[in-house]
């Protein structure tokens, strides 16, 4: 997919993925198996439930966005601020490595129970999930700074918010990026975990009547569009990376002729 927004094209790739297909369509011809259907039958269903499909796709975009959205604007000040405030992120931090280890998929019960079937409850799994990698990501990021920025901020004598707004956020971004693109993947994998629990729509319900169904072809068809949506989702991520840290990586490739 970045390849492809760059305007250059991954030809062996393309051509790896087509020989991919060929093998999957002979083999499944060769196999005649109800568990094993043909590429052809699945790209057929795609195009035939073309309408059922892109509705779940939008859904389960709408609800991986809002959770990941939630999940930004919380975490993102609250990472900068534990990782400048010392006192605060050594009381704030061990609650942090605590709660980290345990499944997002852990909170669907708490989350049903408290909030019932509906949109909150599977926001909350998500909102969980990708919370952690941007707060832990951001505290490291802004531990890590040269010491030269801490001279220059004292010096310009700026305040606390000024400092942390001013000189961490942009000497951060990079590591910080990194963690939102791991939210990111990880806001989109647990909106589907979370409807094929529970929900009325979305790709995770779609796949979820397609297994209570024992429709093989319909179950296959979920699983392509899954895998198409996170390599787009994938490759805008990337692109906005390359976008919005274009300096550091200019800086970072002056460094390395120097």
Excluded: C
């Excluded at 062996?12 to 039958?41: N, Q, T």
């Excluded at 050594?90 to 049903?112: D, G, H, T």
């Amino acid at each position: 997919m970045d390849r492809f927004i760059n305007g250059r094209i991954n030809w062996p790739g393309i051509i790896f993925i087509l020989l991919i297909l060929v093998v999957w369509e002979v083999w499944a011809m060769i196999a005649d198996s109800f568990y094993f259907p043909r590429a052809s039958a699945v790209a057929m269903t795609i195009v035939e439930d073309w309408g059922n499909l892109w509705a779940a796709t939008l859904d389960t975009l709408r609800r991986a966005a809002i959770g990941f959205a939630i999940a930004l604007v919380t975490m993102l000040p609250l990472g900068i601020v534990l990782g400048r405030v010392r006192v605060l992120g050594e009381i704030v931090e061990p609650v942090l490595e605590f709660f980290r280890p345990l499944p997002p998929i852990a909170v669907v019960p708490l989350a049903i129970m408290l909030l019932g079937i509906g949109d909150a409850a599977k926001l909350v799994v998500v909102v969980w999930g990708a919370s952690f990698p941007i707060v832990i990501n951001t505290i490291d990021a802004v531990k890590v700074q040269d010491p030269m920025q801490a001279r220059l901020a004292r010096s310009l004598r700026l305040t606390t918010w000024e400092r942390m707004t001013m000189i961490d956020l942009p000497a951060a971004l990079p590591r910080i990026f990194a963690g939102i693109k791991l939210g990111i993947t990880v806001a989109l994998l647990l909106t589907v975990v979370s409807e094929i629990i529970v929900s009325t729509n979305g790709l995770g319900d779609y796949l979820r009547i397609a297994q209570s169904d024992f429709s093989m072809t319909r179950v296959m068809t979920a699983l392509i569009v899954i895998a198409i949506v996170s390599v787009i989702v994938n490759g805008a991520t990337n692109w906005a990376n390359r976008r919005l840290l274009d300096w550091h990586y200019r800086r970072s490739a002056l460094a390395g002729r120097q």
